[in-house]
C-alpha cells in the first residue's frame, strides 16, 4: 500500500458521502488536521533525510580520545574533517593528530590536520578560514577539546583555574564565534559541545572543570537562541566517565569502579557512545532539536 492509497487512520469509522457526492476538504477536520501537520513553517530547514557526505567539519581535539570518534564517525558518513592538535612542544601530539588524519585519509573524505590552540582568537579564526577554503563550505562545528586540572579548590593555583576556564569554555566560544557569519550567512549549521556529568553535578576537586563544563552549557543555550533564527542547531552532550586514555591513565582505579557502580548500565562508556549521539545531532533527523544537553552517561545522573 502507498502513502497515497492510504486511508488515514479513523477516516473508516466516518459517514460516508452519498454516492455522487464530494465532502469539501475545508470542511472535514481529519483533512484540515493532516493539511495542518505536512505544512513547513519558516526557516525551511534542509531536507530532513539529507545525506551528510560532501559536507565540512571541524572537530577540535580530534585527534585523541572522544574527538577523534567523532571525526571517524563522520569521515564514515562522508564529511569531510577538519582537526587541530595542540602544539605546546610535543612532538608526540602532533604525530598522534598526524595518524589519526592518515586513519581519516583512508575514509576518502578530505582532511585537515593544524596546530591551533583554541585560547587564541587569532589561531582559531585562521583555522576556520583555512577548513572553510579546503573543504569549500563549512557545516559542522563540534566543540571537543577540553582538559582537567583536579584539585581542592583552596589548593587551587590561579593558573590551575584559568587553563581550564580559557580551553573548555573560552575555546568554544572562540570557536562560535568565528563560524557563526559562516552559518549565518548559509542559512544552516550544526554546532555539538561537548560538555560533561560534571557540569550538570560536580564532585570534589572539580572545581575549574565543573564550573567550566556548566558554563557550556549556558554558552550552548545562549548561542541556541541567537543562532536558531539562521537555521542553525547548537546542542551539547554531557557524557558520563568515557573509557579514554586519558581517563584509565589518569584516574584512580577506585574512582572508575564508583563511577562504574554509579552508571545504572554497569559500565563506563566508550568513545563510539559519545560519537554516535554526536553524530546524530549533526544530522537532520535531529533538525528539531536545538539548545539540549543530552546525558550519555550510562544513567549516572539518575
Ligand atoms: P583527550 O585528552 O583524549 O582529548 C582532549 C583533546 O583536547 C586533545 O586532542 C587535546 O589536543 C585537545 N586540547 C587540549 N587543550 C587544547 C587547546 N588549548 N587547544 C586545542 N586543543 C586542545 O580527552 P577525552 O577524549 O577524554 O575528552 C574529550 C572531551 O570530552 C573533553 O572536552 C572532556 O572534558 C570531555 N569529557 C570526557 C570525559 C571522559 O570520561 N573521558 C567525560 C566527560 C566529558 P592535544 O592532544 O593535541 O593536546
Given at each position: 500500500m502507498t502513502a497515497e492509497n492510504r486511508t488515514p487512520?479513523?477516516?473508516?469509522e466516518g459517514p460516508l458521502p452519498e454516492t455522487g457526492t464530494a465532502v469539501p476538504a475545508a470542511a472535514d477536520p481529519v483533512e484540515r488536521l493532516l493539511a495542518e501537520v505536512v505544512e513547513e513553517t519558516q526557516p525551511a530547514p534542509v531536507?530532513?533525510?539529507?545525506?551528510?557526505?560532501?559536507r565540512g567539519a571541524i572537530v577540535t581535539g580530534g585527534s585523541s580520545g572522544i574527538g577523534r570518534a567523532i571525526a571517524l564517525e563522520l569521515a564514515r558518513s562522508g564529511v569531510h574533517v577538519a582537526i587541530n592538535y595542540f602544539d605546546?612542544?610535543?612532538r608526540r601530539t602532533r604525530a598522534r593528530a598526524e595518524a589519526t588524519a592518515a586513519e581519516l585519509r583512508q575514509l576518502e573524505v578530505n582532511v585537515l590536520c593544524r596546530a591551533c590552540d583554541v585560547r587564541d582568537p587569532a589561531a582559531v579564526n585562521a583555522f576556520v578560514d583555512e577548513a572553510r577554503e579546503t573543504f569549500g563550505g563549512l557545516d559542522i562545528l563540534v566543540n571537543n577539546a577540553g582538559i582537567a586540572r583536579d584539585r581542592a579548590l583552596w589548593r587551587m593555583s590561579d593558573e590551575q583555574w584559568q587553563e581550564v576556564l580559557d580551553t573548555n569554555l573560552t575555546g568554544a566560544f572562540h570557536m562560535i564565534r568565528a563560524v557563526a557569519p559562516i552559518f549565518r550567512a548559509q542559512q544552516h549549521g550544526k554546532i555539538v559541545n561537548v560538555s560533561s556529568v560534571h557540569g550538570i553535578r560536580s564532585e570534589f576537586g572539580l572545581a575549574n572543570y565543573a564550573a567550566s563544563k556548566a558554563g557550556l552549557i549556558g554558552l550552548t543555550r545562549s548561542a541556541a537562541i541567537e543562532l536558531g533564527p539562521s537555521n542553525v542547531n547548537v546542542n551539547a552532550v554531557a557524557p558520563g566517565y568515557i573509557r579514554t586514555t586519558r581517563l584509565t591513565d589518569g584516574v584512580a582505579p577506585e574512582v572508575l569502579d564508583r563511577a562504574r557502580e554509579r552508571s545504572v548500565l554497569g559500565r563506563l562508556g566508550d568513545p563510539q557512545d559519545v560519537a554516535h549521539v554526536v553524530i546524530f545531532l549533526c544530522s537532520e533527523q535531529a533538525r528539531h532539536i536545538t539548545g539540549a544537553v543530552i546525558p550519555v552517561d550510562g544513567g549516572h545522573l539518575l
Open positions: 487512520p479513523g477516516r473508516e531536507a530532513l533525510h539529507h545525506d551528510m557526505r560532501g605546546d612542544g610535543d
